[in-house]
């Protein structure tokens, strides 16, 4: 077993397993101790047949369940340091949402958007109301099963198919008509640009949601995107500070921070400070370089002109330097150099695997992806989206906006395969409450999964290795313990230096009456001691 940061984890190969925007499909690829995550991403890009590859991204979990995108830059090894490195997982996602999809120059990236976007609407991130969810939900359904047909499509034939995180028998209703009456004769591709059309002009869209809290301390939940930051509270959308209003974005300590410019007529611009507490301090952080990196990305005209960013986690913890590293959204658009025939699209029909039993085997990296390579899904996915019918009403009114439910389970040390292809099996659940509506926190399924959430998490601390214990040690001694130590030899020297100098500043500022009185009543007794002692240990 290959430890990072051991000398033999420079020059060996390390196997990862790279997770793709259908969780059916896997890569396992290799990597050297001193590639670069561009390597990685080039990879896997060559498997998938990309060239646009700036709007994609890997992401992973650390040891503490806190997300992290991998900087293309940096080596791969020092952006997770103290893993194992004999079970590495990281999963593909689009980084960049377009602000339009449809200004691609090939399908094939547009394709991959879609699977992004379909992944959205399952996990709650892609919220929308009524009407919108059964549309996308039957664009899915028309694009991987066809044309109705009621010999195969009988009775509710949408009740096995996961589509909508939460999903009642009310949308599944609304998902058949519309794809028995309203898509027939559509085929894959133009559904699922109807679907792109109808989800790039959502709210959320583009939006991986963050729980935060307001300076009154209500739960929110804050988004960004190419147009700006966004914050939610419920089904209800309470800011939109675009990009360009927002004058500086920082963070001090669990504190994220957006300096604005707001305009409240015509004439006058008034700047304000605007402050949202995170649970973490490693979630401020990782907010904050989100929303640096989509800021830099659509706003900036090329990735030259791009500054270092540098911004401070509080008094007691260092600060982080950020350093944007790709190209940004102009130049890709502007870029002429892809001449290539457009390739065509092998689609993965997902939800006719869903009730599948045949388990998922990862691809290695030199395997075509294709239709008939790919694994299927375990019988008991279905068992990871618990909060769904048994949990929630089902009221329609209930259903205006979709439950929002966070990806962070892409560990990078996964004990088996199958915790490889579930990403969302055991993770803290950030609804998004409806302010209309009220959820059936008596029922029983409900104190269950809250049972079983807890007997969980008691299990995962319980079963933590003692090198986590220590790691925590070495990182409170890192952020609490050396600045303080820092700090005090720091104001010792100044004072030494103000007292012993001859300068005739520093002559001048001992005349201060109360440098004055600090000077003869604490300093020079406790030099003298100081002195004392020390020349009495020399003589003795």
Same mark, same amino acid.
């Given at each position: 077993?290959?430890?990072?940061?051991?000398?033999?984890?420079?020059?060996?190969?390390?196997?990862?397993?790279?997770?793709?925007?259908?969780?059916?499909?896997?890569?396992?690829?290799?990597?050297?101790?001193?590639?670069?995550?561009?390597?990685?991403?080039?990879?896997?890009?060559?498997?998938?047949?990309?060239?646009?590859?700036?709007?994609?991204?890997?992401?992973?979990?650390?040891?503490?369940?806190?997300?992290?995108?991998?900087?293309?830059?940096?080596?791969?090894?020092?952006?997770?340091?103290?893993?194992?490195?004999?079970?590495?997982?990281?999963?593909?996602?689009?980084?960049?949402?377009?602000?339009?999809?449809?200004?691609?120059?090939?399908?094939?990236?547009?394709?991959?958007?879609?699977?992004?976007?379909?992944?959205?609407?399952?996990?709650?991130?892609?919220?929308?109301?009524?009407?919108?969810?059964?549309?996308?939900?039957?664009?899915?359904?028309?694009?991987?099963?066809?044309?109705?047909?009621?010999?195969?499509?009988?009775?509710?034939?949408?009740?096995?198919?996961?589509?909508?995180?939460?999903?009642?028998?009310?949308?599944?209703?609304?998902?058949?008509?519309?794809?028995?009456?309203?898509?027939?004769?559509?085929?894959?591709?133009?559904?699922?640009?109807?679907?792109?059309?109808?989800?790039?002009?959502?709210?959320?869209?583009?939006?991986?949601?963050?729980?935060?809290?307001?300076?009154?301390?209500?739960?929110?939940?804050?988004?960004?995107?190419?147009?700006?930051?966004?914050?939610?509270? #419920?089904? *209800?959308?309470?800011?939109?500070? +675009?990009?360009?209003? =927002?004058? !500086?974005?920082?963070? /001090?300590?669990?504190? %994220?921070?957006?300096?604005?410019?707001?305009?409240?007529?015509?004439?006058?611009?008034?700047?304000?400070?605007? #402050?949202? *507490?995170?649970?973490?301090?490693? +979630?401020?952080?990782? =907010?904050? !370089?989100?929303?640096? /990196?989509?800021?830099? %990305?659509?706003?900036?005209?090329?990735?030259?002109?791009?500054?270092?960013?540098?911004?401070?986690?509080?008094?007691?913890?260092?600060?982080?330097?950020?350093?944007?590293?790709?190209? =940004?959204?102009?130049?890709?658009? /502007?870029?002429?150099?892809?001449?290539?025939?457009?390739?065509?699209?092998?689609?993965?029909?997902?939800?006719?695997?869903?009730?599948?039993?045949?388990?998922?085997?990862?691809?290695?990296?030199?395997?075509?992806?294709?239709?008939?390579?790919?694994?299927?899904?375990?019988?008991?996915?279905?068992?990871?989206?618990?909060?769904?019918?048994?949990?929630?009403?089902?009221?329609?009114?209930?259903?205006?906006?979709?439950?929002?439910?966070?990806?962070?389970?892409?560990?990078?040390?996964?004990?088996?395969?199958?915790?490889?292809?579930?990403?969302?099996?055991?993770?803290?659940?950030?609804?998004?409450?409806?302010?209309?509506?009220?959820?059936?926190?008596?029922?029983?399924?409900?104190?269950?999964?809250?049972?079983?959430?807890?007997?969980?998490?008691?299990?995962?601390?319980?079963?933590?290795?003692?090198?986590?214990?220590?790691?925590?040690?070495?990182?409170?001694?890192?952020?609490?313990?050396?600045?303080?130590?820092?700090?005090?030899?720091?104001?010792?020297?100044?004072?030494?230096?103000?007292?012993?100098?001859?300068?005739?500043?520093?002559?001048?500022?001992?005349?201060?009456?109360?440098?004055?009185?600090?000077?003869?009543?604490?300093?020079?007794?406790?030099?003298?001691?100081?002195?004392?002692?020390?020349?009495?240990?020399?003589?003795?």
């Amino acid at each position: 077993m290959i430890k990072f940061n051991s000398k033999n984890s420079v020059n060996s190969s390390i196997k990862c397993t790279v997770r793709l925007l259908e969780d059916t499909q896997l890569l396992e690829l290799e990597f050297q101790g001193n590639d670069k995550c561009s390597f990685l991403i080039d990879r896997v890009c060559e498997q998938l047949n990309l060239i646009e590859k700036d709007y994609f991204g890997l992401r992973y979990v650390d040891n503490k369940r806190q997300r992290h995108w991998l900087e293309p830059s940096k080596s791969i090894i020092k952006q997770i340091r103290d893993v194992e490195a004999d079970n590495i997982l990281f999963s593909f996602r689009v980084k960049f949402y377009p602000p339009n999809p449809f200004r691609l120059k090939e399908d094939i990236t547009r394709y991959q958007i879609y699977l992004q976007l379909k992944r959205d609407l399952l996990h709650g991130r892609l919220y929308c109301n009524v009407p919108e969810a059964a549309f996308l939900g039957a664009c899915i359904l028309q694009a991987e099963l066809g044309d109705y047909n009621p010999d195969e499509h009988i009775d509710n034939y949408v009740n096995e198919l996961k589509i909508l995180l939460k999903q009642t028998v009310q949308l599944e209703e609304k998902m058949m008509d519309i794809h028995k009456n309203e898509l027939k004769g559509k085929t894959a591709a133009e559904v699922e640009t109807m679907f792109l059309k109808k989800a790039c002009v959502l709210d959320t869209y583009g939006i991986d949601p963050h729980a935060v809290k307001d300076q009154r301390g209500n739960q929110l939940y804050l988004g960004i995107n190419h147009t700006g930051i966004l914050t939610f509270q #419920g089904s *209800k959308k309470i800011n939109h500070f +675009s990009w360009p209003q =927002v004058q !500086k974005i920082n963070y /001090e300590g669990k504190m %994220f921070i957006i300096h604005v410019i707001l305009n409240e007529d015509q004439r006058i611009k008034k700047k304000q400070t605007i #402050g949202f *507490k995170c649970p973490k301090g490693s +979630s401020c952080r990782h =907010v904050w !370089k989100c929303a640096m /990196e989509q800021m830099l %990305f659509f706003t900036f005209p090329s990735s030259s002109e791009v500054p270092n960013v540098v911004s401070g986690g509080g008094f007691f913890s260092w600060g982080t330097k950020f350093k944007y590293s790709g190209r =940004v959204e102009r130049e890709i658009l /502007e870029d002429t150099s892809i001449i290539r025939e457009s390739p065509s699209v092998t689609r993965v029909g997902s939800l006719r695997r869903k009730a599948s039993s045949e388990p998922s085997t990862p691809l290695v990296g030199n395997q075509t992806l294709g239709s008939n390579s790919l694994p299927r899904s375990l019988s008991n996915s279905g068992e990871e989206y618990n909060t769904s019918k048994d949990s929630f009403s089902h009221n329609e009114n209930s259903h205006t906006v979709l439950e929002t439910l966070l990806e962070d389970q892409e560990s990078c040390t996964p004990k088996t395969k199958q915790d490889a292809i579930h990403e969302d099996t055991k993770q803290n659940h950030f609804i998004l409450e409806n302010q209309t509506t009220v959820t059936d926190s008596s029922s029983p399924s409900f104190k269950q999964g809250i049972l079983n959430h807890q007997l969980s998490g008691q299990k995962h601390f319980e079963n933590k290795p003692l090198k986590k214990n220590v790691s925590s040690s070495m990182s409170f001694l890192r952020h609490y313990i050396l600045p303080i130590i820092l700090t005090l030899f720091l104001i010792l020297m100044i004072v030494i230096v103000v007292f012993e100098s001859n300068f005739d500043l520093l002559i001048t500022v001992r005349k201060i009456p109360e440098i004055a009185f600090f000077k003869s009543n604490y300093y020079d007794p406790g030099k003298e001691f100081l002195m004392g002692r020390f020349l009495r240990s020399k003589l003795f």
